[in-house]
């Protein structure tokens, strides 16, 4: 496999983790789910409400 094809498949590997997260994380937003995540090097743990929040942020 040359390093062109290997920054391509990089690149779909990574575009498929990042939707299967997002789709995850609306998963559990829409269900009323909390989640727990890194920040500032403590796990902080939002609510489906604070979810909303922070996917505005992110748009």
Request: net charge positive; with cysteine; glycine share 6%.
């Given at each position: 496999?040359?390093?062109?094809?290997?920054?391509?498949?990089?690149?779909?590997i990574d575009a498929g983790v990042k939707a299967a997260?997002?789709?995850?994380?609306?998963?559990?937003?829409?269900?009323?789910?909390?989640?727990?995540?890194?920040?500032?090097?403590?796990?902080?743990?939002?609510?489906?409400?604070?979810?909303?929040?922070?996917?505005?942020?992110?748009?």
């Amino acid at each position: 496999m040359t390093e062109e094809e290997m920054k391509k498949l990089h690149c779909k590997i990574d575009a498929g983790v990042k939707a299967a997260i997002a789709a995850a994380i609306e998963r559990h937003r829409k269900l009323g789910q909390s989640i727990s995540i890194m920040q500032d090097g403590k796990i902080v743990t939002l609510t489906a409400d604070e979810i909303t929040a922070i996917q505005a942020k992110n748009i």
